[in-house]
Each structure stands twice: as C-alpha cells, then as structure tokens.
C-alpha cells in the first residue's frame, strides 16, 4: 500500500515539473533573446598546448593563486590576533578542568569573532586603500597585494615593538643585515617571528591564569588527605570551588577586556 503511494505520488511531482517548465519555457526564451540577467551564463573551460612562455608562466601563477586561496584561512588566522586569543581560551578551560563544556567549536567561534572585533580597523583599512581602488580601476594587481599587505605587516610589527627578539633571530638565521626601519624587514621574516611572538605572550597569559586555580587544587588536595580520603578525586571537589571563583570575578569579562587591550 506504501509502495503504491509512493509511485503515486512521483509520478504527480513529474507531471507537475514537466508542465511547469513547458509553461515557463516561452518566458525563459523570452528573457534568453533580450539578455536577462537572470539568465545563468554557460562557462566552457578548455585544456590545450601552451603556445608561448607567457602562457605557461601564467598557468603556474594561476596555480600559485590557487595554492593560496586554499591555504589563506590558516595563513590568515596566523597573521591577525586569532592565535593568542584561541590559546588562552584553551587554557582556561584547562585551567578550570572542564573537558567538554564549553565545546571546542563554540571556543574557536569567540576567538574568530574577537579576532573581527579587534583587526575590524585594519581590515577596514585593507578595503578602503587596496580593493576598493582595485575594483575601480585606479590600481594594478601589484599594487592592491602590496596595500593590502601593509595593515597587516604593521599590525604584527605593533605586537613585537617592545620585544624584536623574534625578528632579530630569523634576520640572523636568514644572514640579513640588521634592519634600521619595518621597511627593511620581509615579510617572510616577519610572519614567523610574529607566531612565536603569540605563542610566548599566550603562554605567559596561560601561565598567569593557572596560578589561583592550582592554588586551589592543592588546598583541595591537602584537605582531602588531611581526611583520609585519599581514593577521592581532588578534581572532582575544586573544579566547582574553581567555577564559582571564575564567576565572582567575572572571568569571562575580565579575561576578554585584558585581550583586547594587549594588543594596543
């Protein structure tokens, strides 16, 4: 009895569908013969024989581009405030023994949105002086990559002007000059010595947050085996003591306005 539905009720969707299309098939001629942007264009892509230099090498930078539009997420996330932000979420949540509240998604979506917030003015920035003039025609394709790479190189040059220890080092594993301005650092020098740059702040942020909460992992812990109770978990007793601290003081808040002002 199903099955005969089931054919009933295909064979009305066909017959609906094809009479569909046939009474919209003068129209979709129609809006064909006038040009009507609602039309989908039709696009053919061929493969043949490079027939000159200039065309093999812009097959590689097509491939190139390609490359780096696949790997631009990551190259992005290493190159704004995202990293610190993810590693010391993670740490609090390590600190406070949770495993699976908050979940990994939901840290890694507070960490994107905090990264919007806090690099809005430099990709704000990167529009205003490099696609859109790139979308009017003022500039060349050199010139947008160069305009939108200098927001971001004196956002991660902002970060490590107190400390250029980073630079100095890969300048000195590159066998480079000392360089005298930001001008005269690369990029490619710049953007690793910018990622142990986070690292160690984040690190030296986690360490900070762990502190009060190991003090009283160890207060816990001594009272339970000032009580016999050696065969309880310690955890399972400080993680609520632990919880209740990082909501009096407001953690969330407090931990999210720090970050926010560490980057300047």
Do not use: C
Not at 163 to 192: C, H, Q
């Amino acid at each position: 009895m199903k099955k005969r539905y089931i054919l009933l009720f295909s064979l009305f969707l066909i017959i609906t569908v094809d009479g569909f299309s046939q009474q919209n098939q003068p129209l979709q001629q129609h809006r064909a013969a006038v040009g009507d942007p609602l039309t989908i264009p039709f696009v053919d892509i061929t493969v043949r024989q490079p027939e000159t230099n200039s065309e093999v090498a812009f097959s590689i930078q097509l491939l190139l581009l390609l490359s780096i539009i696949a790997l631009s997420p990551s190259i992005i996330l290493l190159m704004t405030s995202f990293l610190r932000i993810a590693i010391v979420f993670d740490f609090i949540k390590r600190a406070l023994s949770l495993q699976q509240v908050p979940p990994n998604q939901v840290i890694l979506g507070i960490a994107l949105f905090l990264t919007m917030f806090i690099m809005w003015p430099t990709f704000n920035t990167i529009y205003e002086n490099s696609f859109r003039p790139f979308a009017d025609g003022d500039i060349t394709t050199q010139e947008m990559f160069v305009e939108a790479e200098r927001p971001l190189r004196i956002f991660m040059y902002n970060q490590m002007r107190n400390s250029p220890e980073n630079i100095r080092l890969f300048m000195s594993l590159r066998g480079l000059p000392k360089p005298d301005t930001l001008a005269d650092v690369p990029t490619y020098v710049l953007i690793p010595a910018f990622v142990l740059n986070e690292l160690t702040i984040a690190f030296k942020i986690g360490i900070m947050l762990f502190i009060p909460f190991i003090i009283i992992d160890m207060v816990v812990a001594s009272i339970l085996m000032s009580m016999g109770m050696i065969m309880l978990p310690p955890v399972m007793i400080s993680m609520p003591f632990k919880l209740m601290l990082f909501v009096l003081v407001d953690g969330w808040s407090l931990i999210t306005s720090n970050l926010v002002r560490s980057f300047g």
